[in-house]
């Protein structure tokens, strides 16, 4: 049982380039989520998918999109990577569909990207 | 004012004392509350959760939670090197999906 996979876990673009990070769940969860983290920024939120068929903005999504393409999968891609952009990325994912769930989110090992 | 905030650190503690982790969160209809560990260059893996007043204790952690006060603590009870990580408090609000993380409070445990 895997839990949530990244790939890849590293990568290195140049300004301009394209690139999707594909995340993959085993564990039949409903809500997945993306999140980037920056040293003294913490965790932020760039989308989430409450259920297969939806998703919606975070705190941070300019420069992203995302695709749920079934349950078990939700990618996040970068259209035109910026500098700014380098970061590491986690991907989450959380059992229930409910909004009043108090289960917590299982995270993926993150993609290390760095942007030159 | 961050709608979650840990004090950053490092907060050192001596092998075997308690440590004590704080957190505090803006929006007063919160629901959920979360501490995960992050050890450098790894993932956050979930510590414990707590969604109503008072405590719950699992091991040698300690969760508290006032809501009153709209802050959130962990205890972690004879402090060992392995608990030297960054602690994540995470903050689940009303009536939403998402979840708001403080930056995380980096403890040092010395031996």
């Known amino acids: 049982n895997a839990g949530v996979t990244q790939t890849p876990k590293f990568q290195v673009l140049k300004t301009g380039q394209s690139m999707t990070l594909q995340c993959a769940q085993d564990m039949n969860h409903n809500s997945m989520y993306w999140y980037r983290q920056d040293p003294g920024m913490g965790l932020r939120l760039i989308y989430y998918s409450a259920s297969e068929g939806t998703t919606d903005k975070g705190e941070v999504p300019n420069g992203y999109n995302v695709s749920r393409l079934n349950k078990r999968e939700f990618s996040l891609r970068l259209e035109s990577a910026a500098p700014s952009q380098t970061s590491v990325y986690f991907c989450?994912?959380?059992?229930?569909?409910?909004?009043?769930?108090?289960?917590?989110?299982?995270f993926g090992d993150g993609t290390r990207l760095s942007i030159l | 004012q961050k709608e979650v905030e840990q004090n950053s650190g490092p907060l050192s503690v001596p092998e075997g004392a308690i440590a004590s982790l704080n957190c505090t969160y803006s929006?007063?209809?919160?629901?959920?509350f979360f501490w995960y560990r992050q050890y450098s260059g790894k993932s956050p893996e979930l510590i414990m959760f707590i969604y109503s007043n008072g405590d719950k204790e699992d091991g040698r952690f300690t969760a508290q939670l006032n809501k009153a006060s709209q802050y959130v603590s962990l205890l972690i009870r004879d402090s060992q090197p392995s608990d030297s990580a960054t602690y994540l408090c995470a903050v689940r609000g009303p009536g939403t999906y998402k979840y708001i993380f403080g930056t995380g409070t980096r403890l040092k445990v010395l031996a």
């Open positions: 929006d007063r209809g919160s629901q959920s």
């Open positions: 989450a994912a959380h059992r229930d569909r409910k909004f009043y769930s108090n289960q917590p989110q299982h």
